[in-house]
């Protein structure tokens, strides 16, 4: 994927994220930073075209979603993550209560997804 120069008020936006993530991301975060899981690169609030993913695998083309209850069944996540696809990434979710009651699964499935690349996430 051809690198784009972020504007400077995304990477500002990006960085705010960073500073102020959420307990799932955190406890997510401690798992996946310094190739921790499986010596897999993970970056975290990355910009991504228009968008900021949560976690980024640049290598496995697979962006990491953390979500909340408010993206239940959320039409501007739809075309978020049609969009990501269309840039050639899989878009992997899970809720907050995922990573907060079962991180051991959560890693797992992530593992499982980078090591092969066909395997398409579920929702």
Known sequence: M???????????????????????????????????LDRIKFRRQMPVGRYVADFVCFEAGLIIEIDGSQHAN??????????????GFRVLRFWNDDVLKDLNAVCDTIIACVRDMSLQPWR
């Open 74 to 87: 959320s039409d501007s996540d739809r075309t978020r993550e049609a969009e990501l696809r269309a840039r």
């Open 2 to 36: 051809p690198h784009q120069p972020v504007p400077p008020a995304k990477r500002s936006f990006a960085r705010s994220l960073r500073r102020e993530m959420t307990e799932a991301e955190g406890r997510l975060w401690h798992e996946l930073r310094d190739r921790r």
